[in-house]
């Protein structure tokens, strides 16, 4: 069999594994890589300026798509910089695979130029990684990494090539199979718990379905909702769950948690069946965890067994991806469909608590004076096309959007959930329009968030990604002020961003388009014509700098303790 | 409640740093940790004691699962099972305790592995209790160095049988 480099080896896999678009950024240790995929025209590679945005581009495409994630860096400083987006989507389970350069194997461990032992740093954020130090592993290894990332609970994997095996010759076979003893997730949900799932639902009178982010992963939102109606049972979302049902179903009750919403809280505080799908029970859902769904009966599908009792002693636990376990949960309703009716009768006054709650409190804000974020929010969905794909930055910009913006359809929503990483917005909407090329993509930011990773601007015009971003200006870091405010005596320590840039300047500085907002008149027009543009828009919108995210629980109170407007 | 987990884990570098980080970074403790190749060099059996309450012992055995390259996870507590460690004691034996410490070893069925005019250094197997007493009685004429193995285990084939040890 002929030889080819390690570098177009590693080209090859890419292409076995289906890859048509590499984020990344150029150095030392990479150069051979680099040098082979510069004839490879059917992988399109994207220059960011950052490899944190790679990753975190990577990282879009991958939440938009389903499909893995591919990053690839230098070595040292290029692969420390991929830690914080790696870690993103390490907590959200986000399959993704970065590869990142290494000195040569001689040098290893001699403090060599731009060495990091990035396989060691990594270690506790990815769900697997590799070091490859034989070129005959290359081809196994990043089967298996794309393997890993991809199945059972999702999330990255870190392949470290060091410089001498991408220049080493090899002849190139990619594994059929995976030979991975130490690995096989359950998919399958166990029949007799399935039973025993739906006889308590069956039983209950005022049963609450907490959807999470698996639902989104194991794509079962469609699942889900047909589950939910034939069971007439109401569903709320955590942030990573919206989409999972449309948000405008009656059966919707938005999210819950911190900044849940009343009836969620309520609902879910109330219940005596709680039925968390694809959900982790995160201290920013349960707030005082002793006092969390205390008079239910808890059931939890999961694909990961460490999530089920880690937070909450759970009744029933059964492993298994969610969208199976819900299509068996449907077909077993189907058998009991006498006492089925019996449930929709019982669940009556519970519905009609329900929609009480939802009428006495809705989520709203005050109107009037300077822009609220919110009905920019709100202007945006009524403006935007229906298969809009949302990304936000982290803080009151991303709770607002989860409020405000109704999603219909799961991988609408590209939020940095579990770590909670400002920055994470922009790049990932570069991320996930370069999967939809056609499509329009909006990151939702805030003044503070936004300039952690605004040097991508050079990427959206050097590619012509026509991201819009809407920046929520308000001259705070919005959410630590409003716990300041709230918690701290209103002492406002470092959190008023007093110099910022001329946005619509800095836009126009890098070749796109800025358009500034002061009135809430102008709201709807200047949305509509940054859609319009074909290229990248930045909208800056001056809004009412106090304005606080509610509701709101305080941490460690219990949910149904809200700070309401 | 202490807990004996055998892990058996695939024989590759970065394996037990794997391991170990998993314990530091979720809080977990270690109080002995034992690794060896198996028969199958491809294999390394580990064996880590551990305290924690039910959920916490829950999360560790879960979370060792989770790792690619963990095979298999047993934990011993409620099977009957052989549970073995070595020490080793450097003594200080000048004329006067020299018999005294050959008297301890004797009972405790210690080997005397190295000797010199002022010391001698003992080895002994046996459970947790037994180096304890060990260790213990020997303390009062002055140990100058000691290391122990951390504990192995392995699961008696019949079941049913009474302790032997």
């Known amino acids: 069999m002929k030889k080819i480099t390690g570098a177009n080896a590693f080209i090859e896999a890419l292409r076995c594994e289906g890859v048509k678009h590499v984020f990344g950024y150029p150095g030392g240790a990479v150069l051979d890589i680099f040098d082979a995929i510069m004839d490879a025209q059917d992988i399109g590679f994207i220059l960011t300026r950052h490899e944190q945005a790679a990753v975190h581009a990577a990282d879009g495409y991958a939440r938009s798509t389903g499909n893995v994630g591919v990053c690839l860096v230098t070595s040292g400083p290029g692969a420390t910089n991929t830690v914080t ?202 707030g005082k965890v002793d006092e969390f769904a205390p008079k239910a009966k808890i059931i939890h599908i999961d694909i990961d067994p460490t999530s089920i009792s880690k937070n909450v002693k759970v009744d029933i636990p059964i492993v298994g991806d969610c969208k199976i376990i819900l299509e068996c949960m449907s077909n077993e309703l189907d ?184 009135e809430t008149a102008d709201v709807g027009e200047a949305i509509k014509k940054a859609l319009s543009v074909n290229g990248p828009v930045f909208v800056d919108f001056v809004v009412d700098p106090e304005e606080d995210v509610y509701p709101m629980v305080p941490a460690g109170a219990p949910i149904n303790n809200m700070l309401l407007v | 409640m202490k807990h004996a987990i055998s892990v058996l884990v695939d024989n590759q570098a970065g394996v037990l740093s794997r391991v170990i980080g998993l314990f530091s970074g979720r809080g977990f403790n270690i109080e002995s940790l034992s690794v060896a190749p198996t028969l199958d060099p491809e294999k390394s059996q580990m064996v880590i004691t551990t305290t924690g309450n039910e959920q916490v012992l829950e999360q560790i055995k879960k979370q060792l699962n989770k790792l690619i390259n963990v095979i298999k996870v047993v934990d011993y507590v409620g099977r009957n099972f052989v549970e073995r460690e070595m020490i080793l004691v450097k003594i200080k034996a000048k004329s006067d305790t020299r018999a005294e410490v050959l008297r301890i070893a004797d009972i405790f069925r210690a080997k005397v592995v190295d000797v010199s005019h002022a010391s001698y250094t003992l080895s002994l197997t046996g459970d947790k209790e037994k180096l304890s007493g060990f260790v213990e009685m020997l303390s009062p004429i002055g140990i100058v160095d000691f290391i122990r193995t951390g504990t192995v285990v392995m699961e008696r084939e019949m079941q049913g049988r009474r302790k032997l040890t």
């Open chain 1, 85 to 286: 987006g790696i870690a993103t989507a390490y907590m959200d389970s986000i399959p993704i695979v970065v590869f990142t350069g290494q000195v040569p194997t001689q040098l290893i461990g001699n403090d060599a130029f731009q060495e990091a032992d990035i396989v060691g740093i990594t270690r506790p954020c990815t769900k697997h990684n590799y070091l490859v130090k034989d070129v005959a592993d290359l081809a196994r290894v990043v089967k298996e990494a794309f393997y890993i990332a991809r199945t059972g609970r999702s999330g990255p994997v870190l392949v470290d090539l060091p410089k001498n095996i991408m220049s080493s010759l090899v002849s190139f076979k990619y594994p059929e199979k995976i030979g991975l003893t130490g690995y096989c997730p359950t998919y399958k949900g166990h029949q007799g718990q399935i039973k025993r799932i739906v006889s308590l639902i069956l039983k209950s009178k005022r049963p609450v379905i907490y959807a999470g982010g698996g639902i989104i992963h194991s794509n079962a939102s469609d699942e889900l909702t047909a589950f939910a109606r034939k069971s007439g049972i109401p569903v709320t979302t955590t942030l990573m769950g919206l989409g999972g049902i449309p948000a405008r179903d009656d059966l919707s009750l938005g999210m819950l948690g911190m900044h849940g919403t009343f009836a969620a809280n309520m609902a879910v505080t109330g219940t005596d069946c709680l039925i968390a799908i694809g959900a982790r029970f995160d201290d920013r859902v349960t």
């Open chain 1, 335 to 518: 058998n009991h469909a006498d006492i089925l009716e019996e449930l929709h009768s019982n669940m009556q006054p519970w519905h009609e608590c329900i929609d009480e709650w939802k009428e006495k409190q809705p989520l709203r804000y005050g109107k009037g004076g300077s822009i609220k974020p919110q009905y920019v929010i709100e202007m945006i969905e009524e403006i935007a096309p229906d298969d809009t794909i949302i990304s936000t930055e982290v803080g009151q910009n991303q709770m607002w959007t989860a409020q405000f913006y109704r999603f219909q359809e799961p991988r609408l929503f590209l939020t940095s959930g579990g770590l909670g990483t400002m920055g994470y917005g922009f790049p990932a909407a570069i991320g996930a329009q370069v999967a939809f090329p056609d499509r329009t993509v909006i990151d939702i930011a805030g003044d503070g968030s936004i300039q952690m990773n605004i040097q991508e601007l050079a990427t959206v015009v050097q590619y012509n990604l026509p991201v819009k971003v809407m920046i929520l200006n308000n001259g705070y870091l919005g959410m630590v002020r409003q716990w300041q405010s709230l918690f701290y005596r209103k002492r406002y320590s470092h959190t008023s961003l007093a110099v910022s840039p001329d946005f619509v300047r800095l836009a126009e500085a890098y070749g796109a388009v800025g358009i500034r907002v002061s």
